[in-house]
């Protein structure tokens, strides 16, 4: 190709392939490192407990009652989040139904509660949602908009003049959407599915609070028993072969989905189908999804709030679970964006094999389940680096392998198209590698690395598992506490640090994702 | 902008900093503080630690934990464990921690207040309050006179669905092990076979106690002070306490105990909090937060509760009861675990 068109080929830009800064190869190497220890843990657990006594302990009738939980859980869920997230974007995108735009903003409101939250709101309704049934319809409602999300985009942008065609050629409107719509959307919906059903393997406190035994619950009930032992580490060994499936499967899912469209100008947007006589039903169906997914938690929250008023507000309490949740998220963000940071710039700018590495660790991160990667800092922490060992570095670190995906995203999109060539004109006029770096790059990807931090920031401030394993001794933040109350069924004394949790994390999520919903319309 | 950054960035790493390194800081500046790792409830531990440092000036900083979790944190921390004291909801996790060596004795002055069968034969723990296990009913759903004279009763089928209990917890596995004492291993392999199969479990004795006050389930086996502590929130309670017959495993003592951990950097002062929590003051700020009975020589609780020595528990010690690992033994085998 180059030598062909030797013009072409010297107007995009090739990097040097010169060594990267050990200011960038450090960071890296370490987070490579730290994302696998959690097989060296169960690895070395498993050595420590001798083959057979760990075969022992994972062949029995309690873990397969856990792996038949999980997995029912799993299907249940994202089946249910499929079906519902694609017959919303369907009604919201193209229908006729009156006040569409205002459902998908309202419809999209579970975003805001956690969902250990909302757990623990039904269960306080009524114990009659505790176990398999009450968790498979909790956990749908609190999570199909990340399968209506995309699939609600993808119908927004699709090109209509297939279907159109489809119809000209004698299809019926059920026909096309079977065989040209559906296969279109298909990328969309199996990447939200996946990613719910990543969400149910590692969830813990929600399903804790609905009292149904999974993996990661039947994990920290071990660890309560005995620490960091055997078990909890052969447990711990089957979530994270689970796991890694399921990446294995995104992965896949991932490289397959493109769909090409040929031709110039704007897709135009598809004619609405008229509901007529359904539009009654349609508006009962977005009226009901409303009061489950977010009427029933929000109002249970409101109720509870109101009977706990009438006793004593713990304002210190109160206060020093805001203030811890506050410092270690702002400290949590800071170090997965210096983290994250390094990570995209190799991924960006150079090539090889720890380019490589680091191009698929937000991936593999992604799919650890934080308690796995609690458990695993705490013993190797006690072992080989006690300083670390109870402190709030330790914790830190913790929040920065959870969520360096999420922070490291804008950032690599922003260094994308921040043209090194910028740089290596500031160098030829006497800055340093690093100079150059602060003072041309920094300025353009600035917006990105506030957006990231921000994202972090909010998401950091509901984590629960990782923070109970690992936070220092006396620390409680919001989560742990609805967390420690709900266990005592002590639901109006969780209602304000839940309260506090949607308010200061759940709405500016919520705000920030539907502006992004919005943005796109 | 670029004049704007690197204050930000300035300003992150100090707070990154300050983050990391300030909380141990702010202990250091102290003279000296304490930790405990508590296993024992979360408000005791507290009532603790606000009338110990009114007193002595001394702070306490709090581990909250499960027994044996704490306790199995302690073997794993060795002698790098940051606790200076452990006060557990029962006696097997320490005696566990007593036998391997990882356990301060304790001053003989502060035993001596204590009746001799609640301290540990060699000094290295000692118990602190006493409570018994008992069944909370709901007159609603069942009548008084159709519960069992005998615990082992309730793994029979007529007790399907109608009976809660808690495996996960210590006084649980106390009583399956003073099970096994009385009446051997195949009686109570037996016994928690039928409890899985007929009964319901809960995560914890306070959700199992509102069970049953709900009408969710008939009867659950608790500790008779989840109840007091329930009632005094809700002041009026459906849900009844029963006793069962004398000498029955379900009418099993238990105490709760504390120790100090031998890796302590503060041996004296863990001694001297150890000593408090023995003492007559000690142990009555402690009965009032829960309706437990005191363990100091001559005292009694002011809680309203059954007189002590009115109790017919089973002949079972703390040392009998041993480091009750046969319970989790037995509770994996049945798969309850």
Request: charged share 15%; net charge positive.
């Amino acid at each position: 190709m180059s030598a062909a068109l030797p013009l072409a080929a010297s107007t995009t830009y090739v990097p040097r392939r010169k060594r990267p800064s050990i200011w960038v190869v450090l960071p890296v190497l370490l987070l490579v490192g730290l994302s696998l220890l959690p097989l060296l843990y169960v690895g070395l657990k498993a050595w420590q407990a001798g083959l057979h006594e760990a075969l022992r302990l994972l062949w029995r009738p309690f873990v397969w009652g856990l792996m038949r939980n999980t997995l029912l859980l799993m299907v249940g869920v994202t089946l249910a989040c499929a079906i519902l997230g694609l017959a919303l974007a369907w009604l919201l995108e193209r229908s006729d139904l009156p006040g569409r735009r205002l459902w998908g903003v309202i419809l999209c409101l579970p975003f805001a509660v956690p969902a250990f939250v909302s757990g623990f709101t039904w269960v306080s309704l009524s114990p009659r949602f505790e176990g398999l049934g009450g968790a498979i319809l909790v956990m749908t409602l609190s999570k199909y908009p990340l399968v209506f999300l995309p699939v609600a985009a993808t119908l927004r942008n699709l090109d209509t003049s297939l279907e159109e065609s489809a119809r000209t050629l004698g299809q019926n409107r059920w026909g096309v959407f079977f065989r040209i719509t559906l296969p279109l959307l298909w990328p969309s919906i199996l990447g939200g599915s996946l990613l719910i059903a990543l969400h149910m393997l590692v969830e813990f406190g929600a399903l804790s609070i609905l009292g149904l035994q999974t993996f990661t619950t039947a994990i920290y009930q071990q660890f309560e028993l005995e620490f960091s032992n055997a078990n909890a580490a052969m447990l711990s060994a089957v979530l994270l072969f689970m796991c890694l499936l399921m990446l294995w499967l995104e992965l896949r899912v991932r490289g397959k989905a493109r769909h090409v469209r040929i031709g110039q100008g704007v897709a135009r947007r598809a004619a609405p189908v008229r509901l007529r006589a359904w539009t009654p039903m349609a508006q009962v169906f977005c009226l009901s999804l409303m009061l489950l997914g977010s009427g029933i938690p929000l109002g249970m929250l409101v109720y509870w709030l109101s009977v706990g008023s009438s006793a004593a507000f713990p304002v210190a309490d109160i206060s020093r679970a805001l203030l811890s949740s506050l410092s270690l998220s702002l400290g949590g963000a800071g170090v997965s964006l210096l983290l994250a940071l390094p990570v995209s710039f190799l991924v960006v700018r150079y090539k090889g094999r720890l380019a490589l590495w680091a191009e698929r660790l937000p991936y593999l991160l992604h799919a650890l389940p934080g308690l796995v990667i609690a458990l695993t800092l705490v013993y190797f922490a006690l072992h080989y680096v006690p300083v670390l060992y109870q402190t709030t570095g330790l914790l830190l670190l913790a929040y920065a392998l959870l969520f360096l995906p999420l922070a490291q995203a804008p950032v690599r999109t922003a260094l994308n198209k921040a043209s090194p060539q910028l740089e290596e004109a500031a160098r030829t006029l006497g800055a340093t590698s690093f100079g150059a770096f602060c003072r041309v790059t920094l300025p353009i990807i600035f917006p990105a690395l506030a957006a990231a931090f921000a994202l972090v920031f909010l998401d950091a401030m509901k984590e629960l598992t990782a923070t109970l394993l690992l936070s220092p001794t006396g620390m409680t933040t919001l989560a742990t506490e609805v967390w420690a109350h709900t266990a005592n069924v002590e639901f109006a004394a969780a209602a304000p640090y839940a309260a506090l949790l949607i308010l200061v994390s759940g709405l500016p999520v919520y705000l920030l994702t539907t502006r992004m919903y919005l943005n796109r319309a | 902008m670029t004049i704007r950054i690197k204050p930000i960035f300035r300003g992150l790493a100090a707070t990154l900093f300050t983050l990391a390194l300030g909380a141990p800081q702010v202990m250091a500046a102290d003279s000296v503080s304490l930790t405990l790792y508590n296993g024992q409830h979360k408000e005791i531990g507290e009532a603790i630690a606000k009338a110990y440092e009114a007193k002595t000036g001394i702070h306490i900083n709090i581990r909250k934990g499960s027994s044996n979790q704490l306790a199995s944190q302690i073997i794993e921390e060795g002698d790098r464990s940051p606790a200076d004291v452990i006060y557990t909801e029962e006696s097997p996790p320490l005696n566990n921690l007593g036998e391997l060596g990882l356990l301060a004795k304790i001053d003989d002055s502060t035993l001596q207040v204590l009746p001799k069968e609640y301290v540990a034969n060699n000094g290295t723990w000692m118990g602190v309050t006493a409570r018994t296990r008992v069944v909370a009913f709901n007159p609603k759903v069942i009548d008084e006179k159709a519960l069992p004279p005998s615990v082992m009763d309730f793994a029979n089928p007529e007790w399907d669905g109608k009976i809660g209990f808690v495996p996960t917890s210590g006084a649980f596995q106390e009583q399956a092990v003073a099970i096994l004492k009385l009446h051997g291993r195949e009686a109570a392999e037996e016994w928690l076979t039928g409890l899985k199969a007929f009964g319901k479990t809960y995560t914890n004795n306070m959700v199992a106690l509102k069970a049953v006050e709900n009408g969710e389930v008939a009867a659950v086996l608790v500790n008779n002070y989840y109840w007091y502590a329930l009632k005094k929130e809700r002041g009026q309670l459906d849900s009844k306490l029963y006793y069962l017959a004398d000498g029955d495993a379900g009418g099993l003592v238990t105490i709760s105990s504390a120790a100090a951990v031998k890796a302590s950097k503060h041996p004296q002062e863990a001694q001297a909090l150890l000593a408090w929590m023995a003492s007559e003051e000690g142990q009555r700020v402690i009965t009032q937060t829960t309706a437990e009975y005191p363990l100091h020589k001559g005292m009694v609780s002011d809680q309203g509760l059954k007189p002590f020595e009115d109790l017919r528990p089973p002949k079972i010690t703390p040392a009998d009861l041993g480091n009750a690992e046969e319970a989790l033994e037995l509770e994996r085998e049945v798969g309850l675990l």
